[in-house]
Structure formats: structure tokens, C-alpha cells
T-cell receptor, first 111, second 113 residues
Framework: QQPVQSPQAVILREGEDAVINCSSS?????VHWYRQKHGEAPVFLMI?????EQKGHEKISASFNEKKQQSSLYLTASQLSYSGTYFC????????????FGSGTQLTVLP | SAVISQKPSRDICQRGTSLTIQCQVD?????MFWYRQQPGQSLTLIAT?????????ESGFVIDKFPISRPNLTFSTLTVSNMSPEDSSIYLC??????????FGSGTRLTVV
């Protein structure tokens, strides 16, 4: 079953912050985050493994709550280059290499 | 990380025909994954291709419709057979990066008329 992402879309001004959530009904082993710009392939941002860790990548970080089967992606001081569609991809124990992607969140950063 | 060359980048095909999509990776990889992405939608896994064995298909996808070849550790093809307009979509291959995560090919935009 596909993870649920929220919000579906968000519009920001440069410098503002955003949070994208990913929720699964199944126990998760891993959560991946990808960004896809229009007409391009998805690009890997980060992976979180079970254990409730939080990781960072420049001004983009993420957390993973294994018990709640939820992950959140945090974008701080957003830049124009952050615009795109963000997907979470979840892996389950036993089939962690096959990802199930969420519905996507379209992020638009305006000047 | 791995670099994938995917061909063709786009095609317009007549219904009832077949199209074969190729993915070439610049390094040896154990698994290759094939996804479908309808415009504005999420990515749906079609199948996982291992070298030397039959591909494993996800629910809703069958070998007769989407035959896959994996002749070596750097190459795979996906064929979309007996196409209908409902097959119009973007098809992407993906492999594990040398670090964490996955790399995707640039995609094949298929339009069936």
C-alpha cells in the first residue's frame, strides 16, 4: 500500500521553511527521500533506517519515527532550487530493496 | 554513483505494437528496477531484474505484457507489448547507488496512439 504524503502541494517564498510528511500503514525498515524536477529523473536526497534517527543534508533534514511508521522532511530557509516534487520511498523488512513511493508533494519556491 | 543511459528518451507508438526500452549502467549491479510513472503521479514498481534469473513482477504487472531481459550485470531491457493508450506513461529504470539510495535513468516518455 502506498505511503501517504502531506501536504499534496505547498508554495513558499524564498527563505521560508517547509515540512513534508510521509506515513505508512506498514512496519518500515527504511525511508528514502527523493526530489524530482519537471521532466527529469528523481534524485536521491537521503535515507533513514529504523532506529528513529535524524539526518541532515545542507539545509534539508529528515526524521524517522519507526513506532509511528512516519517520516518528515524538513526544508529550512528554502531556495529557488528546492522547487520540485518530493517523494518518500519506503522499504520493508524482507523486501527493503524494493521501494514503495508515496503520492508526492509538489513544492514551489517563489522569489 | 552509477550512471545510467536509458534509450529511447521518448517515442510515439501505434496501438498493438511493442516497444523495447534499454538501460545501460556504467558499473556492475546486482539488481535493476523498472518503474512506471504516469504524468503527475508517483512511481510504481513494475519488476525487479536480477542477472541470470527471471524478473520478479509486482502485483498488477505480468511477464507477457512487460517482458524483461537481464543478459549481464550492466544491461537490461523492458518491453511494453501489445500497447494500448493506457500504457502511455514514463518508464524508468533504477539501480542502487554505490552509496545509499538509488539512481534513476532519465526515463522513456511513451505515447500510444
Amino acid at each position: 500500500q502506498q505511503p501517504v504524503q502531506s501536504p499534496q502541494a505547498v508554495i513558499l517564498r524564498e527563505g521560508e521553511d517547509a515540512v513534508i510528511n510521509c506515513s505508512s500503514s506498514k512496519a518500515l525498515y527504511s525511508v528514502h527521500w527523493y526530489r524530482q524536477k519537471h521532466g527529469e529523473a528523481p534524485v536521491f536526497l537521503m535515507i533513514l533506517l529504523k532506529g528513529g534517527e535524524q539526518k541532515g543534508h545542507e539545509k534539508i533534514s529528515a526524521s524517522f519515527n519507526e513506532k509511528k511508521q512516519q517520516s518528515s522532511l524538513y526544508l529550512t530557509a528554502s531556495q529557488l532550487s528546492y522547487s520540485g516534487t518530493y517523494f518518500c520511498g519506503t522499504g520493508q523488512s524482507g523486501s527493503a530493496r524494493q521501494l514503495t513511493f508515496g503520492s508526492g508533494t509538489q513544492l514551489t519556491v517563489l522569489p | 554513483s552509477a550512471v545510467i543511459s536509458q534509450k529511447p528518451s521518448r517515442d510515439i507508438c501505434q496501438r498493438g505494437t511493442s516497444l523495447t526500452i534499454q538501460c545501460q549502467v556504467d558499473s556492475q549491479v546486482t539488481m535493476m528496477f523498472w518503474y512506471r510513472q504516469q504524468p503527475g503521479q508517483s512511481l510504481t514498481l513494475i519488476a525487479t531484474a536480477n542477472q541470470g534469473s527471471e524478473a520478479t513482477y509486482e502485483s498488477g504487472f505480468v511477464i507477457d505484457k512487460f517482458p524483461i531481459s537481464r543478459p549481464n550485470l550492466t544491461f537490461s531491457t523492458l518491453t511494453v507489448s501489445n500497447m494500448s493508450p493506457e500504457d502511455s506513461s514514463i518508464y524508468l529504470c533504477s539501480v542502487e547507488r554505490q552509496g545509499p539510495g538509488y539512481t534513476f535513468g532519465s526515463g522513456t516518455r511513451l505515447t500510444v496512439v
